[in-house]
């Protein structure tokens, strides 16, 4: 209970000044930019760089732990005061993300997903769970009757499940996420007519090789803009 006690104090002395003007100022991200550690409720605070710190998340952790926001998010809920220091409560499945040692993990799947790539649109791998359902028009019964008989059969649908590991894409603007492929490139692309045109010239067999590369210049072209406090 001592790391919640030290949470209150810690969040009567954030909100002393409070009253102060927040001076805040954009800069170009880059892959060297530190990101703010805390919880992400909502996409706007990653776009803000503002998310929840530890000192206003209760829990009986020690907020200093370096696994601490890994650690929380493998509660059901989690605790915290809001910006009017009041307790709210929120299930672990609604929150966004979190941000730890400057890196952003997104949740997706129900899991929570390291976003190594950072910038107008942001790429990044998460597991999904791939349900497949196979017809097997001679099933036998004898599993369910113990004996077998060649002469009868009935159709069967056999359902399995498995883990593969898929490529997403987030829009930085939006913060929509769509698979990564070229559809969805495409449509990206849209939003500068010069690279989307040069992609449109290169052969159609060839441009499943180039997505990242073309992905890559657009987020040279139009950088990310964080807010620094």
């Known amino acids: 209970m001592r ?3 030290l949470a209150f104090l810690s969040l009567l002395s954030f909100y002393s000044g409070i009253a102060q003007t927040d001076s805040v100022k954009r800069v170009k991200y880059t892959p060297e930019f530190q990101f703010t550690s805390g919880l992400y409720l909502d996409f706007s605070q990653v776009r803000e760089n503002q998310p929840i710190p530890s000192v206003r998340i209760i829990s009986n952790d020690d907020p200093t732990d370096f696994n601490f ?10 605790g915290y005061f809001d910006q009017y220091g009041a307790k709210q409560e929120i299930p672990t499945a609604n929150v966004w993300g ?17 976003l190594p790539i950072i910038g107008h649109v942001c790429h990044f791998i998460a597991d999904v769970t791939v349900i ?31 883990q593969e590991m898929r490529q997403y894409l987030l829009d930085f603007e939006t913060g929509k996420v769509s698979d990564f492929n070229r559809e969805s490139v495409l449509v990206i692309l849209m939003q500068d007519t010069e690279l989307y045109d040069e992609f449109m010239k290169v ?3 060839q441009q499943n090789d180039l997505l990242f590369f073309f992905l890559r210049r657009l987020n040279e072209k139009h950088p990310v803009m964080i807010p620094v406090r």
């Open 69 to 78: 926001y890994r650690n929380i998010v493998k509660n059901k809920t989690i």
């Open 3 to 5: 790391y919640i006690t």
């Open 132 to 162: 497949d359902t196979h017809y097997d028009p001679y099933y036998s019964d004898y599993y369910n009757s113990g004996y077998y008989n060649p002469y009868y059969s009935r159709p069967y649908n056999r359902t399995t499940k498995s």
């Open 98 to 114: 979190y941000c730890q040692d400057g890196k952003i993990f997104i949740q997706y799947n129900g899991e929570f997903n390291r």
């Open 203 to 205: 052969k159609k067999r």
